[in-house]
Protein backbone atom coordinates (compact mmCIF):
# COMPACT_ATOMS: atom_id res chain seq x y z
CA UNK A 1 0.00 0.00 0.00
CA UNK A 2 1.26 3.32 -0.76
CA UNK A 3 1.92 5.45 1.77
CA UNK A 4 -0.25 8.03 0.44
CA UNK A 5 -3.01 5.94 0.95
CA UNK A 6 -1.93 4.91 4.64
CA UNK A 7 -2.03 8.48 5.61
CA UNK A 8 -5.29 9.00 4.02
CA UNK A 9 -6.68 6.28 6.06
CA UNK A 10 -4.74 7.34 9.06
CA UNK A 11 -6.23 10.93 8.50
CA UNK A 12 -9.89 9.52 8.68
CA UNK A 13 -9.26 7.90 11.51
CA UNK A 14 -7.85 10.67 13.50
CA UNK A 15 -10.96 12.87 12.13
CA UNK A 16 -13.26 9.47 13.36
CA UNK A 17 -11.86 9.41 16.99
CA UNK A 18 -12.46 13.73 17.10
CA UNK A 19 -15.78 13.15 16.53
CA UNK A 20 -15.89 10.10 18.66
CA UNK A 21 -14.35 12.42 21.63
CA UNK A 22 -14.83 15.51 21.42
CA UNK A 23 -18.70 14.98 19.92
CA UNK A 24 -20.10 14.10 24.05
CA UNK A 25 -18.20 16.66 24.80
CA UNK A 26 -20.20 19.49 22.45
CA UNK A 27 -23.12 17.96 23.17
CA UNK A 28 -22.47 18.17 27.02
CA UNK A 29 -21.91 22.09 26.29
CA UNK A 30 -24.91 21.86 24.61
CA UNK A 31 -27.27 20.51 26.78
CA UNK A 32 -25.48 22.68 29.49
CA UNK A 33 -28.56 25.21 29.57
CA UNK A 34 -31.58 22.35 29.11
CA UNK A 35 -30.11 19.49 31.81
CA UNK A 36 -28.65 22.45 34.32
CA UNK A 37 -31.68 23.55 36.03
CA UNK A 38 -29.18 25.27 38.94
CA UNK A 39 -25.50 25.93 39.59
CA UNK A 40 -25.00 22.68 41.20
CA UNK A 41 -26.26 20.85 38.41
CA UNK A 42 -24.61 23.03 36.03
CA UNK A 43 -21.02 22.12 37.87
CA UNK A 44 -22.24 18.63 37.79
CA UNK A 45 -22.50 18.34 34.09
CA UNK A 46 -19.07 20.58 33.36
CA UNK A 47 -17.16 18.12 35.83
CA UNK A 48 -18.52 14.83 33.95
CA UNK A 49 -16.08 16.33 31.11
CA UNK A 50 -13.77 18.28 33.30
CA UNK A 51 -10.86 15.96 33.12
CA UNK A 52 -11.24 15.48 29.46
CA UNK A 53 -12.11 17.51 27.33
CA UNK A 54 -8.88 19.33 26.72
CA UNK A 55 -7.29 16.11 25.77
CA UNK A 56 -10.16 14.74 23.24
CA UNK A 57 -8.74 18.23 21.68
CA UNK A 58 -5.54 17.22 20.86
CA UNK A 59 -7.17 14.78 18.07
CA UNK A 60 -7.81 17.71 16.28
CA UNK A 61 -4.53 18.94 16.31
CA UNK A 62 -3.04 16.09 15.32
CA UNK A 63 -5.33 15.40 12.21
CA UNK A 64 -4.73 18.82 11.27
CA UNK A 65 -1.20 18.93 12.07
CA UNK A 66 -0.96 15.25 10.00
CA UNK A 67 -3.12 17.06 7.23
CA UNK A 68 -0.33 19.80 7.01
CA UNK A 69 2.47 17.90 6.62
CA UNK A 70 1.12 14.62 4.67
CA UNK A 71 -1.16 16.70 2.29
CA UNK A 72 -0.12 20.39 2.81
CA UNK A 73 -1.93 21.26 -0.81
CA UNK A 74 -4.87 20.01 0.90
CA UNK A 75 -4.51 21.47 3.88
CA UNK A 76 -3.40 25.20 1.73
CA UNK A 77 -6.51 24.96 -0.31
CA UNK A 78 -8.93 23.67 2.52
CA UNK A 79 -8.17 26.08 5.05
CA UNK A 80 -7.95 29.34 2.68
CA UNK A 81 -11.44 28.53 0.80
CA UNK A 82 -12.73 27.77 3.99
CA UNK A 83 -11.26 30.55 6.24
CA UNK A 84 -14.44 31.88 7.65
CA UNK A 85 -16.13 28.80 8.98
CA UNK A 86 -13.21 27.90 10.63
CA UNK A 87 -11.77 30.84 11.87
CA UNK A 88 -15.81 30.56 13.46
CA UNK A 89 -14.73 27.11 15.04
CA UNK A 90 -11.47 28.52 16.60
CA UNK A 91 -12.92 31.39 17.62
CA UNK A 92 -15.67 29.29 19.50
CA UNK A 93 -13.58 26.42 20.75
CA UNK A 94 -10.80 28.93 22.69
CA UNK A 95 -13.92 30.94 24.26
CA UNK A 96 -15.58 27.44 25.39
CA UNK A 97 -11.88 26.40 26.60
CA UNK A 98 -11.64 29.90 29.01
CA UNK A 99 -15.29 29.78 30.11
CA UNK A 100 -14.32 26.19 31.40
CA UNK A 101 -10.92 27.28 33.54
CA UNK A 102 -12.82 31.11 34.22
CA UNK A 103 -16.13 29.50 35.26
CA UNK A 104 -15.37 29.36 38.81
CA UNK A 105 -13.01 32.04 39.56
CA UNK A 106 -15.73 34.54 41.07
CA UNK A 107 -19.47 33.55 42.60
CA UNK A 108 -21.10 35.69 41.08
CA UNK A 109 -24.52 34.62 39.35
CA UNK A 110 -24.16 37.15 36.33
CA UNK A 111 -20.62 36.08 36.33
CA UNK A 112 -21.19 32.50 36.06
CA UNK A 113 -24.59 32.68 33.76
CA UNK A 114 -22.44 34.78 31.02
CA UNK A 115 -19.40 31.44 30.85
CA UNK A 116 -22.28 29.17 30.61
CA UNK A 117 -23.48 30.79 27.44
CA UNK A 118 -19.86 30.66 26.25
CA UNK A 119 -19.57 27.21 27.32
CA UNK A 120 -23.01 26.44 25.27
CA UNK A 121 -22.02 28.73 22.25
CA UNK A 122 -18.73 27.14 22.36
CA UNK A 123 -20.40 23.62 22.23
CA UNK A 124 -23.09 24.41 19.18
CA UNK A 125 -21.08 26.35 16.46
CA UNK A 126 -18.42 24.18 16.10
CA UNK A 127 -21.17 21.12 16.13
CA UNK A 128 -22.75 22.71 13.14
CA UNK A 129 -19.73 23.76 11.41
CA UNK A 130 -18.21 21.05 11.75
CA UNK A 131 -20.65 19.32 9.29
CA UNK A 132 -20.89 22.14 6.71
CA UNK A 133 -17.43 21.87 6.31
CA UNK A 134 -16.98 17.70 5.72
CA UNK A 135 -20.60 18.07 3.46
CA UNK A 136 -18.47 20.63 1.15
CA UNK A 137 -15.59 18.72 1.47
CA UNK A 138 -17.70 15.60 0.14
CA UNK A 139 -19.80 17.48 -1.89
CA UNK A 140 -16.93 18.93 -3.71
CA UNK A 141 -16.26 22.72 -4.50
CA UNK A 142 -15.09 25.18 -6.76
CA UNK A 143 -11.61 25.23 -7.55
CA UNK A 144 -9.30 26.09 -9.99
CA UNK A 145 -6.75 24.58 -12.61
CA UNK A 146 -4.25 26.02 -9.76
CA UNK A 147 -6.25 23.90 -7.41
CA UNK A 148 -7.24 27.42 -5.31
CA UNK A 149 -10.80 28.25 -3.81
CA UNK A 150 -12.42 30.51 -5.80
CA UNK A 151 -16.22 30.35 -4.74
CA UNK A 152 -17.48 32.50 -1.96
CA UNK A 153 -18.83 31.86 1.24
CA UNK A 154 -22.27 31.95 0.96
CA UNK A 155 -21.53 29.00 -1.68
CA UNK A 156 -20.56 26.50 1.45
CA UNK A 157 -24.00 27.34 2.77
CA UNK A 158 -25.49 25.09 0.54
CA UNK A 159 -28.46 22.40 1.33
CA UNK A 160 -26.34 19.29 1.30
CA UNK A 161 -23.73 21.22 3.40
CA UNK A 162 -26.63 22.76 6.04
CA UNK A 163 -27.77 18.88 6.40
CA UNK A 164 -24.56 17.67 7.23
CA UNK A 165 -24.44 20.39 9.83
CA UNK A 166 -27.46 19.54 11.41
CA UNK A 167 -26.52 15.77 11.40
CA UNK A 168 -23.45 16.75 13.90
CA UNK A 169 -25.15 18.64 15.66
CA UNK A 170 -28.02 16.01 16.25
CA UNK A 171 -25.79 13.13 16.67
CA UNK A 172 -23.29 15.01 18.75
CA UNK A 173 -26.28 16.46 21.59
CA UNK A 174 -27.70 12.93 21.38
CA UNK A 175 -24.16 11.42 22.09
CA UNK A 176 -23.58 13.66 25.00
CA UNK A 177 -27.24 12.50 26.61
CA UNK A 178 -25.96 9.54 26.21
CA UNK A 179 -22.96 10.32 28.05
CA UNK A 180 -24.62 12.02 30.36
CA UNK A 181 -26.76 9.20 31.32
CA UNK A 182 -23.78 7.00 31.51
CA UNK A 183 -21.97 9.24 33.43
CA UNK A 184 -24.61 10.14 36.10
CA UNK A 185 -26.62 8.80 38.69
CA UNK A 186 -29.78 9.65 40.35
CA UNK A 187 -32.56 12.32 38.78
CA UNK A 188 -29.61 13.91 36.35
CA UNK A 189 -29.18 9.85 34.70
CA UNK A 190 -33.23 9.61 34.56
CA UNK A 191 -33.50 13.20 32.92
CA UNK A 192 -30.70 12.87 30.64
CA UNK A 193 -31.75 9.41 29.45
CA UNK A 194 -35.60 10.42 28.62
CA UNK A 195 -33.98 13.40 26.84
CA UNK A 196 -31.68 11.48 24.51
CA UNK A 197 -35.11 9.48 24.03
CA UNK A 198 -36.34 12.97 22.95
CA UNK A 199 -33.76 13.84 20.75
CA UNK A 200 -33.00 10.14 19.25
CA UNK A 201 -35.48 10.07 16.37
CA UNK A 202 -34.78 13.29 14.97
CA UNK A 203 -31.52 12.50 14.77
CA UNK A 204 -32.22 9.37 13.06
CA UNK A 205 -34.24 10.68 10.27
CA UNK A 206 -31.64 13.69 9.70
CA UNK A 207 -28.72 11.20 9.73
CA UNK A 208 -30.78 9.17 7.32
CA UNK A 209 -31.26 11.79 5.13
CA UNK A 210 -27.83 12.86 4.90
CA UNK A 211 -26.22 9.36 4.50
CA UNK A 212 -29.04 8.88 1.84
CA UNK A 213 -27.69 12.08 -0.24
CA UNK A 214 -23.86 11.51 0.09
CA UNK A 215 -24.79 8.18 -1.64
CA UNK A 216 -26.67 9.53 -4.29
CA UNK A 217 -23.60 12.17 -4.46
CA UNK A 218 -20.73 10.10 -4.23
CA UNK A 219 -22.06 6.62 -4.52
CA UNK A 220 -19.18 3.89 -3.64
CA UNK A 221 -20.18 0.72 -2.46
CA UNK A 222 -18.12 0.59 0.63
CA UNK A 223 -18.98 3.65 1.98
CA UNK A 224 -22.50 2.90 1.66
CA UNK A 225 -22.27 -0.44 3.73
CA UNK A 226 -20.50 1.73 6.28
CA UNK A 227 -23.59 3.84 6.63
CA UNK A 228 -25.84 1.11 6.74
CA UNK A 229 -24.06 -0.25 9.49
CA UNK A 230 -23.91 3.37 11.15
CA UNK A 231 -27.49 3.36 11.08
CA UNK A 232 -28.04 0.42 12.64
CA UNK A 233 -25.94 1.55 15.52
CA UNK A 234 -27.79 4.55 15.82
CA UNK A 235 -30.83 2.17 15.88
CA UNK A 236 -29.28 0.25 18.18
CA UNK A 237 -28.12 3.13 20.67
CA UNK A 238 -32.09 4.30 21.16
CA UNK A 239 -33.21 0.72 21.97
CA UNK A 240 -30.10 0.84 24.70
CA UNK A 241 -31.03 3.98 26.17
CA UNK A 242 -34.80 2.85 26.02
CA UNK A 243 -33.74 -0.41 27.94
CA UNK A 244 -31.73 2.03 30.33
CA UNK A 245 -28.12 0.36 29.45
CA UNK A 246 -26.06 3.28 29.01
CA UNK A 247 -22.86 1.79 28.32
CA UNK A 248 -24.07 -0.03 25.25
CA UNK A 249 -25.94 3.12 24.10
CA UNK A 250 -22.97 5.18 24.60
CA UNK A 251 -20.45 2.55 22.75
CA UNK A 252 -23.27 2.66 19.66
CA UNK A 253 -23.57 6.12 19.54
CA UNK A 254 -19.90 6.30 19.37
CA UNK A 255 -19.89 3.38 16.64
CA UNK A 256 -22.22 5.44 14.97
CA UNK A 257 -20.19 8.75 14.55
CA UNK A 258 -16.76 6.65 13.36
CA UNK A 259 -18.44 4.66 10.80
CA UNK A 260 -20.52 7.41 9.26
CA UNK A 261 -16.62 9.84 9.17
CA UNK A 262 -14.92 6.60 8.12
CA UNK A 263 -17.71 6.24 5.25
CA UNK A 264 -17.11 9.35 4.32
CA UNK A 265 -13.77 9.58 3.76
CA UNK A 266 -14.23 6.37 1.77
CA UNK A 267 -16.50 7.70 -0.42
CA UNK A 268 -14.39 10.72 -0.75
CA UNK A 269 -11.43 8.49 -1.67
CA UNK A 270 -8.86 9.23 -4.36
CA UNK A 271 -10.02 12.89 -4.04
CA UNK A 272 -9.09 14.96 -1.23
CA UNK A 273 -11.07 17.77 -1.88
CA UNK A 274 -12.91 17.29 -5.23
CA UNK A 275 -13.50 19.88 -7.69
CA UNK A 276 -17.24 21.09 -9.10
CA UNK A 277 -15.80 23.03 -11.98
CA UNK A 278 -13.79 19.99 -13.24
CA UNK A 279 -12.15 16.46 -12.23
CA UNK A 280 -8.95 17.55 -13.62
CA UNK A 281 -8.61 20.46 -11.07
CA UNK A 282 -9.66 18.17 -7.97
CA UNK A 283 -7.25 17.57 -5.27
CA UNK A 284 -6.16 13.94 -4.80
CA UNK A 285 -4.04 11.77 -2.63
CA UNK A 286 -1.62 11.52 -5.56
CA UNK A 287 -1.21 15.43 -6.25
CA UNK A 288 -1.57 17.34 -2.71
CA UNK A 289 0.77 14.66 -0.96
CA UNK A 290 4.19 15.92 0.71
CA UNK A 291 7.50 13.57 -0.74
CA UNK A 292 7.58 9.96 -0.09
CA UNK A 293 10.60 11.37 2.60
CA UNK A 294 8.89 13.33 4.50
CA UNK A 295 5.86 10.18 5.01
CA UNK A 296 8.11 7.56 5.51
CA UNK A 297 9.31 9.88 8.93
CA UNK A 298 5.98 10.53 9.66
CA UNK A 299 5.11 7.04 9.62
CA UNK A 300 8.03 6.19 11.75
CA UNK A 301 6.89 8.71 14.20
CA UNK A 302 3.59 7.85 14.60
CA UNK A 303 4.29 4.56 14.87
CA UNK A 304 6.57 5.30 17.81
CA UNK A 305 4.40 7.78 19.57
CA UNK A 306 0.63 6.99 18.61
CA UNK A 307 0.41 3.82 21.09
CA UNK A 308 1.77 6.11 24.15
CA UNK A 309 -0.95 9.31 23.86
CA UNK A 310 -3.81 6.51 23.30
CA UNK A 311 -2.28 4.78 26.99
CA UNK A 312 -1.90 7.75 28.36
CA UNK A 313 -5.91 8.83 27.38
CA UNK A 314 -7.12 5.55 28.31
CA UNK A 315 -5.69 5.67 31.87
CA UNK A 316 -7.29 9.11 32.03
CA UNK A 317 -10.93 7.72 31.39
CA UNK A 318 -10.23 4.72 33.53
CA UNK A 319 -9.07 6.80 36.49
CA UNK A 320 -12.59 9.29 36.16
CA UNK A 321 -15.18 6.25 35.26
CA UNK A 322 -16.82 6.90 37.86
CA UNK A 323 -20.38 7.94 37.78
CA UNK A 324 -21.14 11.69 39.32
CA UNK A 325 -24.40 12.97 41.32
CA UNK A 326 -25.34 16.10 42.77
CA UNK A 327 -24.89 15.17 46.08
CA UNK A 328 -21.22 14.93 46.00
CA UNK A 329 -21.00 18.99 44.44
CA UNK A 330 -20.59 20.95 47.23
CA UNK A 331 -23.21 23.45 47.75
Same mark, same amino acid.
Given at each position: ?22 G?D ?8 V?G ?33 A ?47 ? @?? +? !? ?5 L?W? %? *?????? /??? &??D?R ?11 N ?9 T ?45 T ?6 ? @?? +? !?????A???? %? *?????? /??? &? ?5 I ?14 V ?15 S ?13 K ?9 T ?25
Amino acid at each position: MELTTVWFALIAILWAGYFLLEGFDFGVGILLPVLGRDDRERRLLINTIGPVWDGNEVWLLVAGGATFAAFPEWYATLFSGFYLPLLLILVALIIRGVAFEYRGKRDGAVWKKRWDLS @IF +V !GSLVPALLWG %V *AFGNIV /RGV &RLDERHEYVGGFVSLLNPYALLGGLTTLTLFTLHGAVFLALKTDGEMRRRANKLAATIGLPAVAIAAAFLICTAIIRFDG @IG +V !GLFAVAAVAL %V *AALVAN /RLG &REGWAFIATGATLVLAVLGLFVTLFPNVLPSTIGDANSLTVHNASSTPYTLKVMTWVAVFFTPIVLLYQGWTYWIFRKRLTVEKIPA
